[in-house]
């Protein structure tokens, strides 16, 4: 069955610092991938998404992710964080149609 | 201005008493989904609909109902909520197709006592 870790539950980063958040998947079959954020009080939102190839994507808000299927990871990084990037942060893979399954998700505080 | 729509955002309710929780998007999605986020658990799927008329289960569909007579609309019933369904419930959306893009209504925190 299709399943997504994310090792870090709570990440804590200065503002201007780089930020990486951990991702791997399990999935049969070439996955889709998905990076989703989710703002307090606000619904979740599509920061970018993998199907095939180029490994490394580009997404919104100045977010990239790079897929590497050796490892089954799918990191999401960001060069200089800023205190609006506070959030919950989701990594998801297609399972099939239109299901996604996501991970537990990653915390993102920013200290200034 | 396309979106997803929930409502209530907040319910607060009592063991048994029946509710519903509405959901509509205004994108003509054919695709529509009921998840539940629990703290470590990230996000789960309820049930599903294709098309209108169409819908089948998720991964956690038990003491949960729902119904697809219109496109634009997918509401999710609770016939008898009890506390382990506290949760925060996320209703979206999206076209037809593997890997489409996903759109997600604000959320409806419930609580049940």
């Known amino acids: 069955a299709q399943s997504v870790t994310q090792p870090d539950i709570h990440i804590t980063v200065s503002e201007g610092a780089s930020l990486e958040l951990r991702c791997n998947y399990s999935?049969?079959?070439?996955?889709?991938l998905f990076w989703y954020v989710q703002s307090p009080g606000q619904g979740l939102q599509l920061l970018l998404k993998?199907?095939?190839?180029?490994?490394l994507v580009q997404g919104i808000k100045g977010f990239e992710a790079e897929f590497k299927r050796s490892q089954s990871s799918f990191n999401l990084r960001k060069p200089s964080v800023h205190w609006s990037d506070a959030a919950e942060y989701f990594c998801?893979?297609?399972?099939?149609?239109?299901?996604?399954?996501f991970g537990a998700g990653t915390i993102l505080r920013v200290k200034s | 201005e396309a979106q997803v729509t929930q409502n209530p955002r907040y319910l607060i309710t009592v063991t048994g008493k029946k509710l519903t929780v509405t959901c509509s998007q205004n994108?003509?999605?054919?695709?529509m989904s009921w998840y539940r986020q629990d703290p470590g658990l990230g996000l789960r799927q309820i049930y599903y609909?294709?098309?209108?008329?169409?819908?089948d289960k998720g991964d956690v569909p038990e003491g949960y109902k729902v119904s697809r007579k219109e496109k634009r609309n997918f509401p999710l019933i609770l016939e008898s909520p009890s506390p382990n369904q506290t949760s925060l419930y996320f209703c979206?959306?999206?076209?037809?197709?593997?890997?489409?893009?996903?759109?997600f209504g604000q959320g409806t925190r419930l609580t049940v006592v």
């Open positions: 979206a959306s999206s076209s037809v197709g593997v890997g489409t893009e996903a759109f």
């Open positions: 999935y049969g079959a070439t996955p889709y």
């Open positions: 993998y199907f095939s190839g180029d490994t």
């Open positions: 998801a893979v297609g399972a099939g149609g239109n299901k996604l399954v």
């Open positions: 994108m003509n999605h054919e695709y």
């Open positions: 609909s294709m098309n209108v008329e169409v819908t």
